[in-house]
């Protein structure tokens, strides 16, 4: 696929950003995604203090009335206007390389996410995205930082996107692997690594696989996000 048809791909694509605090995050991504036009980008807020939609960049721009990631991504794709989805974090990065794989995946696979790279030079965040990336492959189900991608029409297929304030991308995978397996692009997108440096690298893997166990065992996801973010 060249140039001009990898533009001409992204034309079908909304990309979904979720947003709360993340005017200079989200800045910066929007820098990255200037250089590609054919998008359209819909930023979603939740109570932010910083104003992101006051940024100087060209994006729809919309507020949920409702606590949560989930819902937020929810309301984004109620607005968007297309109908292959791309769902972002505001601190991701992103090449050319990534750019191109998504065009190509969409004309095949109905819905899948991205191999990632831990934006730090120790050598156990090598170890942590290795390990990342293997999980996803194996099981299906990816977490909201990597990129995850989707079909409108398969997302029509299992009801829309969890309304949910936490653990709404494990929830998405397991409902969506149920009609077909994921597609794996292994072009690297950029993730942050804060939440390893603030909290420490195995406490940070052990509090997310306890959250996915008592989502699991049926925990509420308010709570569970009450306690996450502490609101």
Request: one cysteine or more; a positive charge; aromatic letters at 12%.
């Amino acid at each position: 696929m060249d140039q001009e048809q990898v533009r001409s791909r992204l034309r079908e694509i909304s990309i979904i950003i979720p947003v709360r605090d993340d005017r200079e995050k989200l800045s910066k991504l929007m820098q990255e995604l200037r250089e590609y036009p054919e998008f359209e980008v819909v930023v979603v807020d939740y109570q932010s203090t910083d104003d992101p939609g006051s940024l100087d960049f060209e994006f729809v721009f919309c507020k949920s009335p409702v606590v949560g990631r989930g819902n937020q991504i929810y309301y984004g794709i109620e607005r968007a206007t297309r109908d292959r989805l791309w769902i972002l974090h505001a601190d991701t990065t992103l090449n050319p390389a990534a750019i191109a794989g998504l065009a190509r995946a969409f004309d095949i696979y109905q819905w899948g996410s991205f191999n990632v790279q831990i934006r730090h030079s120790h050598w156990m965040y090598r170890v942590v995205e290795t390990m990342m990336n293997l999980r996803s492959r194996l099981t299906g189900i990816s977490t909201g930082d990597q990129g995850v991608f989707v079909e409108r029409e398969l997302l029509d297929a299992i009801e829309g996107f969890p309304q949910i304030p936490l653990m709404e991308d494990i929830a998405l995978c397991i409902r969506l692997k149920k009609i077909c397996w994921p597609y794996r692009i292994k072009a690297k997108i950029g993730i942050s690594a804060r939440r390893w440096e603030r909290d420490g690298i195995w406490k940070t893997i052990v509090q997310m696989w306890r959250y996915r166990y008592r989502y699991f065992r049926g925990h509420s996801t308010t709570k569970l996000y009450r306690e996450y973010y502490h609101d």
